[in-house]
């Protein structure tokens, strides 16, 4: 009887923390959610993908932060808390998404924001400060992507090097076996049935690209894994490809005319390639660029350490220099 009142007692706490850092807004019509955490100037948190889960490792992050800023996680659309929207090409845009964050911006009164994008979420970092520089005293880019079209099929190359020959066969008899739903389709059903044939086979498909953005492959977590893939919603992911090479979406230019301070943070072995973080330090005239040796894409996974001393290095500096 204990146990089950400590196990109420603990979910009663863990609810109630929930409800105080879990917040809403609107935006286009529909309700989105942020976590805040500490207090100080506004640090937005970007997750990747789009479609992943802000899950620990970004509250990790705010945590490690909320010292010196309020530390914001956007729960961006079509993931996380935000997720249960329609997922389509009048939804999911470049553009809409950044539209969120402004209008995020405005419901908390920041005049100025700080952004920390990681992957995917440092490109959308990167087009908030192109579209509302006015706004932004400062941008961290952790492993982004590029601001341009030219070395978006980069990443894909990259991850095809680094495959084996038995890894490519494995990549085409697992989508035959699932290739006939859509991303909609296979993400109802991995929550809906998680031991369909389709829904393992498309696991273990993701698998086998989750691993090209290791420098070591024996850093991927089964258990890790496992949560990676119910709670990430693949859908987004295929539309921003389109939106990008179709429309040769490339912001080069405008982020050459600001003087944004801007850290970039990338691993050594990053699949996205080291001409997309020299594309990023081209393009900021005020950066501060750091690399971590063998480490891949998933850097406070396989580098935690190194990656929080550069981090909190910077963010000390910057402070010591506003006082």
Same mark, same amino acid.
């Given at each position: ?15 109630? =923390?929930?409800?105080?850092?879990? !917040? ?16 100080? +100037?506004?640090?937005? %948190? ?7 889960? +802000? ?15 309020? =530390?914001?996680?956007?729960? $961006? ?7 249960? %929207?329609? @997922? ?57 992507? +590029? ?27 697992? $989508? ?31 698998? %086998? ?27 987004? @992911? +295929?539309? %921003? ?27 050594? $072995?990053?699949? $996205? ?9 081209? =393009?900021?005239?005020? !950066? ?6 063998? =480490? ?28």
């Amino acid at each position: 009887m204990r146990y089950i009142v400590q196990v109420i007692v603990l979910f009663v706490t863990i609810s109630f =923390c929930l409800g105080q850092t879990l !917040h809403s807004y609107t935006s286009d019509g529909y309700t989105l959610y942020y976590e805040q955490y500490g207090s100080g +100037p506004a640090l937005y %948190i970007l997750s990747g993908g789009p479609g992943e889960y +802000p899950d620990q490792s970004y509250r990790q992050l705010a945590d490690s932060l909320k010292n010196w800023y309020t =530390c914001i996680i956007v729960h $961006q659309r079509g993931s996380g808390k935000s997720r249960n %929207i329609p @997922i389509n090409e009048n939804t999911i845009s470049i553009a809409r998404y950044t539209d969120d964050l402004e209008r995020l911006r405005q419901h908390r009164g920041d005049k100025q924001i700080t952004l920390l994008g990681v992957s995917w979420g440092g490109l959308l970092a990167m087009n908030y400060t192109a579209t509302y520089s006015k706004f932004v005293s400062q941008i961290i880019l952790v492993c982004s992507a +590029p601001p341009s079209y030219k070395l978006w099929n980069f990443l894909y190359d990259n991850q095809f090097a680094r495959r084996s020959l038995a890894e490519v066969d494995s990549l085409n008899r697992l $989508q035959q076996i699932f290739s006939a739903k859509t991303e909609g389709e296979l993400d109802s059903l991995k929550r809906a049935d998680p031991l369909n044939k389709e829904v393992v086979a498309y696991k273990e498909f993701i698998l %086998i690209h989750v691993r090209a953005m290791y420098y070591d492959r024996r850093k991927v977590s089964r258990a890790m894994y496992e949560q990676l893939f119910y709670e990430f919603n693949f859908q987004p @992911i +295929p539309i %921003i490809d389109k939106e990008v090479l179709e429309t040769k979406f490339d912001i080069t230019d405008k982020l050459k005319k600001l003087k944004t301070p801007a850290l970039i943070i990338y691993g050594r $072995q990053d699949d $996205q390639g080291e001409s997309t973080f020299y594309m990023q330090k081209e =393009c900021f005239r005020n !950066h501060e660029m750091h690399v971590v040796e063998q =480490c891949g894409h998933e850097i406070m996974e396989e580098q935690p350490g190194e990656f929080y001393r550069i981090l909190l290095g910077y963010v000390r500096r910057m402070k010591s220099n506003r006082n």
